[in-house]
């Protein structure tokens, strides 16, 4: 593994020595470097330090692996790879994210999964293993947001405002959500078996990935977050 110390970088040196890497490296020092692996199709990257804005951006099969925290717009119109990121995240994490995978230890700031959407086969996953702030999910489209709540449990799982114009996809929360305050347009419900089958894959994996026990992740109560409508605000934009 080739390593490369970032420490008198700027993000456009950093990202031609990954492209002249052989298919995996190890960035060290990395500090604040923004748009880091832009669009890559390939590759496995460790990165030691906190990566700036837009870390994966347009990811297009690449494994990225932060060990440590990462700043706002991780995994910004990802289509296809993974990102593992061993701390916290800032806002808007997996904006318009349309395929792959993003896995968070910590917590997540504002937005989170901002108008993920899906098609066909393309299914993204949001997992965040802390907390979530305000507007999670907001205009969520498609793909699946899970946040388990593992890093501080007992607090408040998830900011003001989730939810916020959802008109697809599904959202897990690894608590009761008796204190969350949904939009009119969704409906949050207990999850059945039938849901936690669809997200146990990925709680298993990301078990492996940060040595948790799955089974006792998924033994706790979930609510899942669905739309109740098809599209709720077609009257807007449609003439009758």
Do not use: W
């Not at 960035?27 to 906190?50: K, V």
């Not at 296809?80 to 808007?92: L, P, T």
């Not at 849901?195 to 078990?207: I, T």
């Amino acid at each position: 593994m080739r390593k490369i110390n970032a420490a008198n970088l700027d993000h456009r040196q950093v990202n031609e020595a990954i492209r002249t890497s052989p298919d995996s490296c190890a960035i060290e020092h990395c500090c604040g470097q923004r748009f880091i692996a832009t669009g890559m199709a390939s590759g496995d990257i460790s990165l030691y330090g906190t990566p700036g804005n837009a870390l994966g951006a347009y990811l297009n099969g690449a494994k990225l692996t932060v060990y440590g925290n990462a700043q706002d717009a991780v995994g910004d119109t990802m289509n296809n790879g993974a990102i593992i990121i061993h701390g916290n995240i800032g806002d808007a994490a997996g904006y318009a994210m349309r395929g792959g995978k993003i896995y968070v230890k910590g917590n997540a700031g504002y937005r989170a999964g901002i108008h993920l959407k899906e098609y066909k086969e393309k299914v993204p996953v949001l997992l965040i293993g802390g907390r979530a702030g305000s507007f999670l999910g907001e205009y969520q489209a498609g793909g699946i947001i899970a946040v388990l709540n593992l890093a501080s449990p007992g607090g408040k799982i998830v900011g003001n405002f989730p939810c916020t114009g959802m008109h697809g996809g599904k959202m897990f929360l690894r608590s009761d959500c008796k204190d969350i305050l949904f939009p009119a347009q969704v409906t949050a419900q207990p999850a059945t078996e039938e849901d936690l089958a669809q997200l146990r894959p990925y709680v298993e994996e990301f078990a492996a990935v940060f040595s948790y026990d799955a089974a006792e992740i998924l033994h706790a109560p979930f609510t899942v977050v669905t739309p109740n409508s098809q599209n709720p605000y077609r009257q807007m934009y449609v003439a009758n």
